[in-house]
Nanobody, 129 residues
Framework: QAQLHESGGGLVQAGGSLSLSCAAS????????MGWFRQAPGKEREFVAS????????DYAGSVKGRFTISRDNAKNTVYLQMNSLEPEDTAVYYC??????????????????????WGQGTQVTVSS
């Protein structure tokens, strides 16, 4: 059973930056696409960013494109989310996620929640105005 653990959340003023990390274990990390999602109070969980197993392909939600950057270090089994120019609307619990199978079984980076099976516990990001 894959395990994912996010860290790096906190409180920041609007316009500031935060860097999230997600450490993965119990899976061959270098073979898995990874995604970041977020859920604000009273709202559904939504896609933020995804990255292919190799790191060569990324995808972003329109609301974060140009401000957030997803990256990964396969040697450290870790995926990152660098968040710049934060806005109060970015306030949410941020989750990293992994699909149920590696890329060579058809699971590429995706924006669909249904494509992911393994989830971390989440880390809170609060942006004050």
């Amino acid at each position: 059973q894959a395990q994912l653990h996010e860290s790096g959340g906190g409180l920041v003023q609007a316009g500031g930056s935060l860097s999230l990390s997600c450490a993965a274990s119990q899976l061959t990390f270098e073979h898995y696409a990874m995604g970041w999602f977020r859920q604000a109070p009273g709202k559904e969980r939504e896609f933020v960013a995804s990255i292919a197993w190799s790191g060569t392909a990324t995808d972003y939600a329109g609301s974060v494109k140009g401000r957030f950057t997803i990256s990964r270090d396969n040697a450290k089994n870790t995926v990152y989310l660098q968040m710049n120019s934060l806005e109060p609307e970015d306030t949410a619990v941020y989750y990293c996620a992994a699909p149920p199978r590696p890329f060579f079984l058809g699971y590429r980076n995706s924006e669909r929640i249904s494509e992911y099976e393994y989830w971390g516990q989440g880390t809170q990001v609060t942006v004050s105005s």
